[in-house]
Nanobody
Framework: QVQLVESGGGLVQPGGSLRLSCAAS????????IVWFRQAPGKEREGLSC????????AYAGSVEGRFTISRDNAKNMVYLQINSLKPEDTADYYC??????????????????WGQGTQVTVSS
C-alpha cells in the first residue's frame, strides 16, 4: 500500500519560509508524479503544485507560483515544497499525494490518488 509521510510544518512568522518534505514508506517515489495540496480549516482542498516522475517537469497553481517551489531528490526518495514569503492565508494542513502525471490540470482538479496525514503550517506573528 502506498504510504506518504509529510513533515516540516510549524509555526512561522509572516514573510518567513518553510520547506515541507514528502517521504515514501515501502515504495519508490521516483515512479510517481507527486502533487502538493493544502486544506485550511473550513475551506476546500486547494491544489498547489506537482512534479512529474520522469523529467522533473513542474506545474503550479497561479495563486502560489513564484513563492512555492517543488523539487524531488530521487536518491533520498523525497519530494519537497519550498514556501517563501509566507502569508497568514497560507495557514493550512499541507499534503503530498501520488498522481499519474503532472500538469496544471492535475493541480487544479486535484487529480491524485493516495496522500499522507499532512503537516500543519501556521503563519502568524
Amino acid at each position: 500500500q502506498v504510504q506518504l509521510v509529510e513533515s516540516g510544518g510549524g509555526l512561522v512568522q509572516p514573510g518567513g519560509s518553510l520547506r515541507l518534505s514528502c517521504a515514501a514508506s515501502r515504495f519508490t517515489l521516483e515512479h510517481y508524479a507527486i502533487v502538493w495540496f493544502r486544506q485550511a480549516p473550513g475551506k476546500e482542498r486547494e491544489g498547489l503544485s506537482c512534479i512529474s516522475s520522469s523529467d522533473g517537469r513542474t506545474a503550479y497553481a497561479g495563486s502560489v507560483e513564484g513563492r512555492f517551489t517543488i523539487s524531488r531528490d530521487n536518491a533520498k526518495n523525497m519530494v519537497y515544497l519550498q514556501i517563501n514569503s509566507l502569508k497568514p492565508e497560507d495557514t493550512a494542513d499541507y499534503y503530498c499525494a501520488t498522481s499519474w502525471g503532472c500538469n496544471t490540470i492535475v493541480v487544479v482538479t486535484l487529480d491524485f490518488a493516495s496522500w499522507g496525514q499532512g503537516t500543519q503550517v501556521t503563519v502568524s506573528s
